[in-house]
Antibody, heavy 121, light 109 residues
């Protein structure tokens, strides 16, 4: 069955970096685009961007350029989100999600369990 | 980026029907998809396309669309349907990625 297993919670100090992993199983990793979604405490879902698992080409939403980076290790079917120069406002749960298109519609059909990143001094 | 607008909160009596809406210009061209999120859990896809439910989603969930508005209907709401509901669709500006609505908190009374 399709699974997206994310790495565990992180507690970081302001200015540090963090790398969140999302390991895929149960499907052919390179056949799907992987998305990242942020949810700040008590807030809604915010699309951060996606990465093409064939080309490695990332696309970032407005507000997620510069300090945010998406990467892959296709040998282990894993996508990564790295955030540098962490700020308190980066405190959130970060989700990876698989992007699927069929029959003229596109959607995020499977989600990781989420990784909580807390930035605090 | 383009925007999707949802009512912040909706309530429904147990067993009754509730409609949750999502408005945005992109919905005139692209389908919305709908996600249910319960406290402390990851979102779950409940509807996509014209009116399609993933395996395991009860048939009391249905969808429709007209003009710039997509709707999620729960017919005979159950206590376990309580949670936050988000729509998403294609962002028709900029990088043509995805955009989420602000979410609707559904309370089952």
């Amino acid at each position: 069955q399709v699974q997206l297993e994310q790495s565990g919670s992180e507690l970081k100090k302001p200015g540090a970096s963090v790398k969140v992993s999302c390991k895929a199983s149960g499907f052919t990793f390179r056949n799907y685009v992987m998305n990242w979604v942020r949810q700040a405490p008590g807030q809604g879902l915010e699309w951060m961007g996606w990465i093409n698992t064939n080309t490695g080409n990332p696309t970032y939403a407005q507000g997620f350029t510069g300090r945010f980076g998406f990467s892959l290790d296709t040998s282990v079917s894993t996508a990564y989100l790295q955030i540098s120069s962490l700020k308190a406002e980066d405190t959130a749960v970060y989700y990876c999600a698989r992007f699927h298109c069929s029959g003229g519609s596109c959607y995020l059909d499977y989600w990781g369990q989420g990784t909580r990143v807390t930035v605090s001094s | 980026s383009s925007e999707l607008t949802q009512d912040p909160a909706v309530s429904v009596a147990l067993g009754q029907t509730v409609i949750i809406t999502c408005q945005g210009d992109s919905l005139r061209t692209y389908y919305a998809s709908w996600y249910q999120q319960k406290p402390g859990q990851a979102p779950v896809l409940v509807l996509y396309g014209r009116n399609n439910r993933p395996s395991g989603i009860p048939d009391r969930f249905s969808g429709s669309s007209s003009g710039n508005t997509a709707s999620l209907t729960i017919t005979g709401a159950q206590a376990e349907d309580e949670g936050d509901y988000y729509c998403d669709s294609r962002d028709t500006s900029g990088n043509h990625g995805r955009v989420f609505g602000g979410g609707t908190k559904l309370t089952v009374l």
